[in-house]
């Protein structure tokens, strides 16, 4: 098991990947089925934004052990059940060991959850249409998915006007750095590294998938 200079890590079955999904079965997993494909649920997509909050500070794969807690705990982060939360919830869920019991996270998600139900009920789209808008053009993207150029943009153009606008709306934990983590693991962008073997699967889903509008 190799992880070599342009990034890919080849595992025992013979299968490059990116190398930060290493060699636990739940994070190749996600890596392979999930980072980067086009999601278009509003749910979901909120799941991704607060679980992007949550990680802040922590390893994904930290996150990924806890997600179904998360979800258990969050009512399986469907918008208008979390903004319908109060402090008593709070309270409950800071006693809940089996997500992350930061105070200033867990209210962000309430927080946040009512951002994005406020936002439908204004503009009549969807929240999944909203973030969809903020997808990069073709000439912002890059020639080629590298190891460098992914270290060197942890955050991009795209990421930014994205994080602005969430901000406007009221929402926090959305900086830069999580809104181009949202965008990656949404399908917003394809930064599976060029020789990665999810990376055309992931290609060919953005190329059916609807956007939203």
Same mark, same amino acid.
Request: aromatic residues 12%.
């Given at each position: 098991m190799n992880e070599t200079t342009d990034g890919?890590?080849? /595992? %025992? #079955? /013979? *299968?490059? =990947?990116?190398?930060?999904? /290493?060699?636990? $079965? &739940? !994070?190749?997993? !996600?890596?392979? =089925? %999930?980072?980067? =494909? $086009? *999601?278009?649920? #509003?749910?979901?997509?909120? %799941?991704?934004?607060?679980l992007e909050g949550f990680q802040s500070g922590l390893s994904w794969a930290t996150i990924l052990r806890k997600r179904e807690n998360f979800r258990r705990a969050f009512a399986d982060f469907r918008i208008e059940a979390v903004a319908a939360m109060g402090e008593a919830d709070v309270e409950r869920l800071l006693g809940d060991p089996g997500i992350v019991r930061h105070r200033g996270k867990i209210v962000s998600t309430l927080n946040n959850a009512r951002r994005a139900a406020a936002l439908r009920e204004r503009t009549g789209r969807s929240f999944a249409a909203f973030l969809w808008s903020f997808a990069p053009e073709p000439g912002e993207r890059p020639e080629a998915v590298t190891l460098a150029w992914l270290r060197e943009n942890p955050a991009t153009p795209a990421s930014t006007r994205l994080s602005k606008a969430l901000k406007r709306e009221g929402f926090t934990f959305v900086g830069p +750095?999580? &809104? !181009?983590?949202?965008?990656?693991? +949404? /399908?917003? *962008? #394809?930064?599976?590294? %060029?020789g990665c073997a999810a990376r055309a699967e992931a290609e060919s889903a953005r190329a059916a998938f609807e956007v939203p509008k």
């Open positions: 890919l890590l080849r /595992g %025992e #079955d /013979g *299968v490059a =990947r990116c190398f930060w999904c /290493g060699t636990d $079965p &739940a !994070y190749r997993h !996600y890596h392979d =089925r %999930e980072w980067g =494909r $086009p *999601v278009a649920d #509003d749910d979901r997509l909120f %799941e991704k934004l607060c +750095t999580t &809104a !181009y983590a949202l965008m990656q693991g +949404t /399908g917003l *962008v #394809d930064d599976h590294m %060029e």
